[in-house]
């Protein structure tokens, strides 16, 4: 089993030190939206879809510089409806599917056990202020085998500064249930590399040659 982008449910935890090696008991991903978050972006993008309709009318019904005027506006108004619709839709899906990880998780919870790794590449998101919102590690296990991972912050966590992303060649312990199919979840956790210096060299993961 291998895979080079990181699946639903494939993620990585950034620790400030190894601690025991005992597996992760939860993904820690975002909640699926709450019902009234659901309902009221669902009554957003409703109102949305409305004034785009009404807008469209005016532009056909009323006096315009042309048809092409009409036409070219109908697409942008049509078009930022629909995105919000399917962003909309994106969203309550994902939320699914986190939902869905972790309850698969919690399920072979204690099938799980631990393979040390290595970090051989990464893909790294930077906003304007050069913050990281997110980051995805390609890593190759005791076995040969390739798989990924994203880090995302938690709600209520700020975003990274980018000398906390780790590099090509971080050690990592790889948390996956055995024998499972490339779907299942799984954890790729990974120090600090800003504490690392400061752990202890012999609790680090080993990866054989």
Do not use: C, N
């Not at 993008?45 to 409305?50: G, L």
């Not at 042309?66 to 969203?91: D, H, P």
């Amino acid at each position: 089993m291998s895979t080079s982008t990181p699946r639903d449910g494939h993620v990585v935890h950034l620790l400030q030190h190894w601690g025991d090696a005992a597996a992760p008991v939860s993904l820690r991903l975002k909640p699926k939206p709450s019902a009234v978050s659901r309902i009221a972006l669902g009554l957003l993008v409703t109102a949305a879809a409305v004034l785009a309709v009404y807008l469209i009318l005016i532009l056909w019904i009323f006096e315009t510089p042309g048809w092409w005027f009409s036409l070219i506006f109908t697409v942008m108004v049509g078009g930022f409806a629909l995105g919000i619709g399917l962003a909309y839709r994106e969203a309550l899906r994902s939320g699914v599917r986190r939902e869905q990880a972790s309850a698969r998780w919690a399920e072979i919870l204690g099938e799980v056990r631990a393979s040390p790794g290595i970090v051989v590449s990464r893909d790294v998101a930077t906003r304007e202020d050069g913050a990281v919102p997110r980051f995805e590690l390609r890593v190759k296990t005791e076995h040969g085998t390739l798989v990924a991972g994203e880090w995302r912050p938690q709600p209520s966590a700020r975003s990274l500064l980018q000398s906390q992303v780790p590099g090509v060649g971080a050690h990592v312990r790889v948390w996956r249930a055995e024998r499972s199919p490339d779907s299942d979840p799984l954890v790729i956790e990974v120090l600090d590399p800003t504490v690392a210096p400061d752990a202890d060299p012999s609790s680090l993961p080993k990866y054989p040659d």
